[in-house]
């Protein structure tokens, strides 16, 4: 004859009233993590950033690559709107020399604001080239600027909303203008002095610089 053993049957018991209690917090949990992520999906992407009446994109595909806004901002010359200038790396940074010096994929985009031909911007950029850089410099990279100052001016006329495409990769320069291909500058030499017309000790403009570095962009 076998006796029921009083301890085991407790036990038994026990486990018998936690199970319901416990399957109804485990789907209490489930449900919580399961309208947490549905809350994640649903969550709208982050606004992109204004400047200018421009919408500037959060991201920007390169070749493949995924690369995100560092800062944009607006251009200004005397009272006029130049362009609005938006600055793409594979992580942001606030440090210039940092950017400067990278060898990694980086697209500064100008969106234009105004009617220019590409003679104009390329004798801007030329100005910008001899603020920051010794003259010693500019010699070194003589072949190099001659090079860019020739496919930049075969660019054509330019009207407000036009794109101007800077790529910065291992060194290399390249342009493209209103979506075509103007050329490229193989030379990390410069490819940092011309990084330095936005972000050099003389920059075009200093609240520009600090926009694209993310220190303080410009929206509205």
């Excluded at 301890?7 to 936690?18: D, I």
């Excluded at 209690?21 to 549905?38: C, E, I, M, Q, W």
């Excluded at 994929?105 to 234009?112: A, C, G």
Aim: charged share 20%; with cysteine.
């Amino acid at each position: 004859m076998t006796y029921p053993n009083p301890s085991l049957e407790t036990a038994r018991q026990v486990r018998a009233r936690m199970r319901p209690a416990r399957a109804g917090l485990l789907h209490g949990t489930f449900a919580a993590l399961t309208l947490a992520a549905a809350g994640l999906c649903a969550a709208p992407p982050a606004l992109a950033l204004t400047v200018a009446n421009v919408d500037v994109p959060e991201q920007q595909s390169v070749a493949g690559q995924s690369l995100v806004l560092n800062g944009a901002g607006l251009r200004q010359r005397f009272v006029f709107h130049v362009y609005v200038a938006a600055l793409y790396r594979t992580q942001p940074s606030r440090d210039a020399a940092t950017i400067v010096s990278s060898p990694e994929p980086q697209l500064l985009r100008l969106t234009l604001l105004r009617d220019i031909n590409s003679k104009a911007l390329t004798d801007a950029l030329n100005d910008g080239l001899k603020a920051n850089c010794t003259d010693a410099e500019l010699r070194d990279m003589a072949d190099s600027i001659a090079h860019f100052e020739a496919f930049m001016k075969t660019g054509g006329e330019g009207a407000s909303g036009d794109l101007v495409d800077v790529l910065f990769n291992q060194g290399t320069v390249s342009v493209s203008f209103k979506g075509k291909a103007l050329g490229e500058v193989k030379d990390p030499r410069f490819a940092a002095a011309l990084l330095k017309v936005w972000l050099g000790a003389h920059p075009a403009q200093e609240s520009l610089k600090s926009a694209l570095l993310g220190q303080a962009s410009q929206s509205n």
